[in-house]
């Protein structure tokens, strides 16, 4: 479409008096701008799903169809410089994403693309239990972290890049009649070879993490591209491996299904697979046992839910349960009654 309003342009430049290519370029400029409008609304909902490499694209395919359109052009070009003094390192939880880390630190999920630019993740979906991040202080925003987990970084200056995101984070209803044509979302083949490059390069250097960033790049616009299915595959094995060395149990599981995604008739990502859950239910449940002999009877209980959540009956870890939250039960009964009594 782009190259045809080029075109009608230089006929009504030659022939100013052309009806065909004075009501061709009025069509064609109707649709371009329908199209940019579309791929602009595609941008905004990547953007509040913390998609940002994508919404990126969806605003320049915006701007090459309609390069005056404004809410692309700002979209890419405001930045917003947030002071960041103090942050807290936090460990993600099974379950656990930075919308739910955002409302944990800030009272408010919708902040998330904060902590998303802070540690440069362009995916904020693509995070995994285990892995640490850093929560800045906003100057403006009350910061809900225990005073002892805070550490400082004085003068440090991070640009944001959120791109007016308050304005479209608070936004709670998404587009639902915009779908980027899968075509126009694809990356230029030289774009293609470039990521491809970058992943074989990060992987090389142990980077993996990064290196599954730019592979999926390559997917997204090729899923058949078989270097970058084999080093997704090798990049989830070796990510697994190092995170159940560093006794992440959970999140190396994780990574060995996703190895599985990739190599159905894995055997040694399904041994792991087997081994990070009974490794992890046995330290649970041992660690369960321990505080039960200490009387510290709520953080056993706490230790056999974990347990629990993965297998429901994996050495009784009901009934023990059920006995400690009984026992638990009885001494807040036995404290209530002294404490009406005044007794010691």
């Given at each position: 479409m782009v190259a045809a309003l080029r075109n009608y342009t230089l006929a009504r430049t030659v022939d100013p008096s052309s009806d065909e290519a004075r009501v061709g370029s009025k069509r064609v400029e109707k649709e371009l701008k329908s199209a940019a409008e579309q791929h602009y609304k595609a941008g905004i909902e990547y953007h509040k799903q913390g998609k940002y490499g994508r919404a990126r694209h969806q605003f320049l395919i915006a701007?090459?169809?309609?390069?005056?359109h404004a809410g692309a052009i700002k979209m890419l070009t405001t930045r917003?410089?947030?002071?960041?003094?103090r942050y807290v390192v936090h460990t993600l939880r099974p379950g656990e994403n930075l919308a739910k880390v955002a409302r944990t630190y800030y009272g408010d999920y919708r902040k998330f693309p904060v902590i998303a630019k802070y540690n440069n993740i362009m995916n904020a979906t693509k995070v995994f239990?285990?892995?640490?991040?850093?929560v800045p202080e906003i100057e403006g925003v009350k910061f809900l972290a225990r005073k002892e987990e805070i550490q400082t970084a004085p003068g440090?200056?991070?640009d944001s890049g959120l791109r007016a995101w308050e304005k479209y984070a608070s936004e709670t209803t998404a587009p639902s009649d915009v779908t980027a044509p899968e075509e126009e979302d694809r990356e230029p083949q030289s774009q293609v070879a470039s990521y491809r490059d970058d992943g074989v390069e990060l992987f090389e250097t142990e980077n993996y993490p990064g290196a599954i960033e730019a592979f999926n790049k390559v997917l997204n616009a090729d899923p058949n591209d078989n270097v970058a299915l084999e080093y997704t595959y090798r990049c989830?094995?070796?990510?697994?491996?190092?995170l159940f060395e560093r006794k992440h149990f959970l999140a190396a599981r994780d990574q060995f299904k996703e190895c599985l995604r990739y190599k159905h008739d894995c055997q040694t990502c399904q041994a792991y697979l087997e081994q990070c859950e009974t490794v992890y239910k046995e330290i649970h449940y041992k660690r369960g046992i321990e505080f039960f002999d200490q009387e510290?009877?709520?953080?056993?209980?706490h230790e056999w839910e974990l347990v629990q959540l993965m297998e429901p009956t994996y050495k009784r870890v009901d009934y023990l349960i059920s006995k400690a939250k009984t026992i638990l039960r009885n001494m807040r009964e036995i404290r209530q009654c002294q404490e009406e009594q005044g007794s010691p």
């Open positions: 701007l090459r169809l309609r390069p005056d917003k410089r947030i002071k960041i003094k239990a285990g892995q640490e991040i850093k440090e200056l991070i989830h094995l070796q990510q697994g491996k190092l510290l009877v709520e953080e056993a209980i």
